[in-house]
Structure formats: structure tokens, C-alpha cells
């Protein structure tokens, strides 16, 4: 095309230069018809030249398919803990140098001077104290930002006293809460490291789902968002609520738990508007190195 245009500008500057040379009293006359029938070929080339580049088909952007399964359920959960306890592979470990199965926390290892405080440590459950025992290397790290976590063994009744009949806890006796904030950030490490894993699936049980879009899990494959999966909303006296994804073709770098739509505290009454909600055991298939 742009070699058409040149030849376009050659005759066209070789026409102008012949008129150029006509009698006096024809040149207006001559040169005004080469310009105004240049001019046009012109504009008539050049605008279907924009027109043949505009109906050239843009090949459309493919949007890569996100492979997922997820589980979910309310009231009677075991079924559903069942199926994805399989899907996320045996067996529950708990030693250390695992290449397959997965890992659960229940919060029933926390000791006496870890509960029923705001201090709990994020990374409890994965000491690199060649000195502690493997059943704290279960390759989990939270954060929050909030301004920290709360273990408690009392469904947290020591903050309200209604909270008892509020939340239950299904393996009893202690659940799990961010404190001053309802995001928890769940990262992994290769169990009893620091060293940087991943997953391919995660779930969570929660206490007193009222409000279906309160109580969350999104999982990130590095930046990227794999989705966000919502808990059902509780449908029974006992409260208990979970939902778990697994991802065959991602890995799983961190997943933010939203528990309700506002911080458990006294500032705040489980109602119409909010929602308070508490956490208790976590699945995931055994981390495995980032790289």
C-alpha cells in the first residue's frame, strides 16, 4: 500500500509539472482541472485505504479458562468435608518432607497461654524451631490487617456472652478469629521452611453464615485472582457452614478469607446489617515449592 502511494505521488507531481508548461492563457484553467481531479483520486484512495484497515477481522484476546472444583455446603458438613478431603488427596500429614496428600488445622494444638488472647502468633503453625515438633510445621502463615488473631475456647463468649449461643465450634473446642479487622490472608511455606509454596486447593469451616455474600474465600495465583467462592449461608441450629476449591491447573500462592462483614466485637451486634462469623478447621493439599 505504501509503495502505491508513492507511485500515486510521482504521477501526480509529473502531471502538475507538464500543466505547469501550458499557454498562458490556458494555464489557470488547466492546472485549477489537474489540482481539483488530483485532489480527489487523492482523498478517494486514501479514505478507502482507511477503510480496507478498519474491515480487517481483529482476532479477539482469549480469556484462559480457570479449571476449578469447588465444595460446598451447610448444615451437616461431613459429607462434604469427606468429598474434599479426597479430592484434596491422602493422607493427612504430619510429619515433615511430604510430597503428596495434605494438611489440616483445627486449632486444638494452641496451648493455654496462646488462647483466649489477642496475641496468637500468625505463624504458629509453621515453626522453623529445629526444636519444636512437626506438628507445628503444617506450612500455613497468616496475616491480617488487622492487628492480629484471636484463638478462643469458649466461642469467644469472653468478649459477649451471647456469643455462646451464637457460635459453635465443630472440632471442639477452639476456633479462630482476625482481630479488629474480618480478613485473614492465608500464605504458604514448604512445612518447617521459609521457603515460599504453594497449593492447589484450600477450605474453611465457619460458624454462623447469615448473610450470603459476607463470608468469602479468593485465591491468588501470585497477582492474579483465581475467583472468589462465597460460604452458603447456615441452614440449621448448629450453624456450621464450608466451602473449598481446588484448582488442577493453578497454584495457589496465597487465599484472603473474609469471616462476615465486620470484625467480631462488642461494637458490633450480629443483626440484619451485620454479620459476624468465626472460623475452625482449614484444609489444603500439601504445600510444595514456589519454584
Sequence with gaps: M?????????RISGDLHRNSSITKNNSTMKVNTVVNWTIGLVC????SACNDDEDEPV??????????TQVSGSGDITAKLTEFRT?????????LNQTAGRREINWDGVPANLTNVDTYPGDFFNSTDPAVGAGRKRGAVFTTPGTGFRISDNDFTDIVADYGNQFNAFSPARTFVAVGSNQTDVTFRL???NTPATVKGFGAIFSDVDNANSTT???FEGDKSLGTFKAPVRNDVNGFSFVGVKFPDNRVSKVVIKSGNVPLSSRFA???QYDLVIMDDFL???PTASN
Excluded: K, M, R
Excluded at 505504501?2 to 510521482?10: D, E, I, K, P
Excluded at 479430592?87 to 510429619?95: A, E, I, M, Q, Y
Design 44 to 47: 478517494t484512495v486514501l479514505v
Design 87 to 95: 479430592l484434596l488427596g491422602d493422607p493427612l500429614n504430619t510429619t
Design 191 to 193: 512445612p518447617g521452611t
Design 59 to 68: 482476532a479477539p484476546i482469549p480469556t484462559p479458562t480457570i479449571n476449578f
Design 2 to 10: 505504501v509503495q502505491n502511494y508513492h507511485w500515486l505521488a510521482g
Design 217 to 219: 474465600l479468593e485465591f
Design 284 to 286: 489444603y493439599d500439601e
Design 270 to 272: 450480629d443483626g440484619s
